[in-house]
């Protein structure tokens, strides 16, 4: 997998952070978009959602 592909997001910023927390990418985004997370080892993350009246996570495992 070398593409996260978020489709149906309403205007927002998307972060995604590493199991320590560390920041590796913001991104703003409206409807679709493709983060690519190639460069990303395998393991646990955050993705982030922030818009302007909603703000929540999610945890995700990239497996290849």
Do not use: H, M, T, W
């Not at 149906?8 to 590493?18: D, H, I, M, R």
């Not at 913001?26 to 690519?36: G, L, Q």
């Not at 997370?37 to 922030?50: A, N």
């Amino acid at each position: 997998i070398e593409n996260l592909l978020i489709k149906s997001a309403p205007k927002c910023e998307l972060f995604l952070f590493n199991s320590l927390g560390k920041l590796l990418l913001s991104s703003k985004i409206e409807n679709e978009a493709a983060v690519n997370i190639s460069s990303y080892p395998d393991g646990l993350y955050f993705i982030q959602f922030r818009g302007k009246e909603f703000d929540f996570s999610r945890k995700i495992v990239f497996e290849r």
